[in-house]
């Protein structure tokens, strides 16, 4: 592999490392935020042990989204120096707008929703969740305007070599971004959706303690899950009208296609391979489609069965199908990930900036430690991380040390 | 005006998350047994995750405003900053994980990556402000290191002196002497703003274009980003008074 090659290696370790938790973040928060309002509102003591068992759960995987998530905003400036040279003055704009309003917001009052527990009002503790919620949505918006500015560029100028932002309502609205905006966070809800009902079968399987709360969860679950991959194939639809012709053809695997999508780049950029991997390509988008209709299959009949309270209650083959069913849309988005970022392939920024020029001065020694680090440590801790979401999962809501007690009740003996 | 955020918000890290990286070096010292450094821990778990965020938004910022100065800085000092990068992993996940399962081993443990990662972070740290200030490369370097992890750490144990009890926090005063917690946790603050300061006149700080449009929204949100620190911060104003979630 050559240095360009371990560089988008260690950017696709990161990110899809990072997507992986923070598509459960987004869509787990929001059902969190949904199940406390019922607890708050109806003063319901068994959704508040929901919000309780649901909350450390989303707390454990928050954890790896937000470290995987501090090494994401520092890639493009370590590997990335020419993209951010090139084109930093447009795109970075929606990146620190991403660092500001929403990845700041969201961890400050996160940290205050976990150690406010039992502290703080409970209306004041409700909307807490909701704003780290909201700005869980607005971390996926902005990253989404600077993804879709490298897969669509709009907006920009080039001034002596270098992009200048012309038009930060353009760059905003872009189809690109805003459509691939609704595919991503309908498809964390899937996500969100099916691990609650996942876990929720697990427990009405074995018959544990605590039946009401995972009967509810179970049908919050699929009841989200079900029009939220309708919702996601649709955005994702409509997302193939916003889609480079070179990744069209690609996906078409057309000889006729391909080649004239190389013939207009050649045209546009002169002598070169302007084609992407169209056997990743293809893969990838066939893997997705395919997860895709397993899953409208297996949600549309179990929402059909959750009509039935003895079927929710003791059908255990559909409940260890659901929990087997817990993965999949976590492999779709992955998939559907690599889809749009092959696709992009040979560029960062589309018919303007090559993957070979975005490279930062790396030597190719350093860049074998960093990968081979990063690889290391993510891959010990995804994997001690879904082996403690696992056990906590299967502990149940009876051990769940997330607001138990007040922490640090408070004492007449202020600190500054 | 660019310059202005940049600082901000890069300042703002040193003095709040160099308090949790000070704690965390020195929680071996401040914390004996299992149950004390839980609750050496408790003084800083409510403000991390608001603490470190603000490195978070400063790249946010070079991002926004500084693109090329980014590249360069990060690029630049590429294997320093991975080192910076993975300790912080190490500590953020040694303090999410380590009460998370009951017993003495798995605690023990991510114990220990909280300190190496507090150590990790100092030292990286150290490096890249000795490199940025001094120039200093190769194994000189670790000379101004040391000199950044002890400002780090003396910064922390004050702050810890201020969270803390009794025991603990009588530990925690024993840099801070007869000049008071309070005092001294306003040195180290002024020290480390100091050296911040020193480091940022030696950058090219040469703002990119994109500040027409995005000053204004950073000046428009940094009054809410500090409402909302501010209301962690009155929110866990006592001292400690037992473990955390942590």
Known sequence: MDTVDLARLQFAITAGAHFLFVALTLGLATLLAVVQTRATFGDSPVHLRMTRFWGQLYIINYAMGIVTGLVMEFQLGLSWSGLTEYAGDVFGSALAIETLVAFFVEATFLGLWIFGWNKLNRWAHLALIWVVTLTAYASAFWIMVANGFLQNPVGHVLEGGRMRLADFGAMVANPAAQVAFWHVVSAGMVVGGFFMAGVSAYHLRRRTAEQDVFRKSLRIGMGVALPAVFLTATFGGIGFETMQPAKLAAWSGDAERLAAAQAEMVAAHGPGDYLPPVGWVQASGTTMMLLFALMMFFAGLSCLLMLFRPVVRGFRLWHWLMTLMIPVPFLAMLAGWAFREFGRQPWTVYGLLKTSQAMSPVSAGQMRFSVVAFLTVFAVLIAVNYWLLARHARRGPAAVTLGDRPIEAPVPAPTF | ?246
């Not at chain 2, 590429?78 to 190490?90: I, K, R």
């Not at chain 2, 017993?103 to 490199?131: C, N």
């Not at chain 2, 274009?209 to 940094?222: D, E, H, K, R």
């Open chain 2, 1 to 246: 005006m660019e310059i202005f955020i940049l600082a901000f918000f890069a300042l703002g890290y040193l003095v709040l998350a160099g308090a949790d990286i000070g704690v965390g070096m020195a929680l071996p010292y401040l914390g004996r047994s299992a149950a004390e450094r839980r609750e050496v821990i408790a003084a800083i778990a409510p403000f991390f995750l608001g603490n470190e965020v603000w490195l978070v938004a400063t790249a946010g910022v070079l991002a926004g405003l500084f693109p090329e100065l980014e590249g360069e800085l990060l690029s630049g000092n590429y294997t320093v900053v991975v080192v910076l990068l993975l300790a912080w992993v190490v500590r953020d996940m040694g303090l999410w994980l380590r009460g998370r399962v009951p017993g003495a081993r798995w605690q023990a443990f991510w114990d220990g990556a909280i300190v190496a990662g507090s150590w990790g972070l100092a030292l990286s740290w150290g490096l890249l402000l000795g490199h940025v200030l001094l120039g200093i490369t190769g194994p000189f370097a670790v000379l101004p290191a040391l000199v950044v992890a002890a400002l780090f750490g003396t910064h922390g144990m004050t702050f810890a002196s201020l969270r803390l009890r009794g025991e603990l926090r009588a530990r925690a005063a024993v840099l801070s002497g007869g000049a008071g917690e309070a005092r001294t946790y306003a040195l180290t603050s002024a020290a480390l703003v100091t050296v911040g300061v020193l480091a940022g006149l030696r950058l090219p700080l040469e703002p990119g274009s994109a500040g027409v449009v995005l000053v204004p929204v950073v000046l428009t949100l940094m009054p809410l980003l500090v409402a909302a620190q501010a209301w962690v911060w009155w929110t866990f104003r006592h001292r400690v008074t037992g473990p955390s979630y942590l």
